[in-house]
């Protein structure tokens, strides 16, 4: 069965710090992974990542992919309240329909 | 926002009645689905759509009908809706570079 694990659940920090965010994973058929922002609303897109060791950059925003060791991270540097969020990640496997499995999310809140 | 909407975007009703959400699309993306979003649960694939009358189960189909009669809609069903099925309803398309842009949600209520 596909399982795509996100660590930590939630996380608590002040602005300005920075965070990492973690995404395991364990499919058939990999093809991409994809991170998501969610604030109480329909998630928005922000990273699909394909190929391993090459960083996908957005503002303080960034990520990496290690293919090897089945893992990325989200790093958000300089947080700000408005990075409150839950962030998901998810993977995209093969075989037609690639369909998307989901994490659980991390739950960010960034106090000011 | 990829050109989704869904309707509607809240609804209460009773268990045992039928419930349709609509998802429409205007931008003739071939790829739709469906996914519902709980608690502890994440976002979970209940059935997609590879084309008009072209559709697939996903991962909690069970108690979830679909139709895509045309391109830009896809229809899903709770025939006979139960408190379990109270959830928020998330339609996706798959857009440009094989990525899923979703649709605002519908919180569903089921007493």
């Known amino acids: 069965e596909d399982k795509v694990v996100q660590s930590p659940l939630s996380l608590v920090v002040h602005e300005g710090d920075t965070v990492t965010l973690n995404c395991s994973y364990e499919v058939t058929n990999f093809r991409s992974l994809l991170w998501y922002k969610q604030e109480k609303k329909a998630p928005t897109f922000l990273f699909m990542l394909?190929?391993?060791?090459i960083e996908k950059k957005s503002g303080r925003l960034s990520s990496i992919l290690d293919k090897k060791e089945l893992f990325s991270i989200l790093n958000i540097t300089a947080t700000q309240t408005g990075d409150s969020a839950v962030y998901l990640c998810?993977?995209?496997?093969?075989?037609?329909?690639?369909?998307?499995?989901f994490g659980k999310g991390t739950k960010l809140t960034v106090n000011p | 926002d990829a050109g989704i909407t869904q309707s509607p975007r809240h609804k209460v009703t009773e268990t045992g009645t039928p419930v349709t959400l609509r998802c429409h699309q205007t931008e003739n993306h071939r790829y739709m689905y469906w996914y519902r979003q709980d608690p502890g649960h994440g976002l979970r694939l209940i059935h997609y759509?590879?084309?008009?009358?072209?559709?697939d189960k996903g991962e909690v189909s069970d108690g979830y009908s679909v139709s895509r009669s045309k391109t830009e809609d896809f229809l899903l069903t709770l025939e006979s809706a139960t408190s379990s099925q109270t959830s928020v309803y998330f339609c996706?398309?798959?857009?440009?570079?094989?990525?899923?842009?979703f649709g605002p949600g519908t919180r569903l209520l089921v007493l």
């Open positions: 996706a398309i798959r857009g440009g570079s094989e990525t899923q842009y």
């Open positions: 759509s590879y084309g008009v009358k072209d559709t």
């Open positions: 998810a993977v995209q496997t093969q075989g037609g329909s690639e369909k998307l499995v």
């Open positions: 394909t190929s391993s060791g």
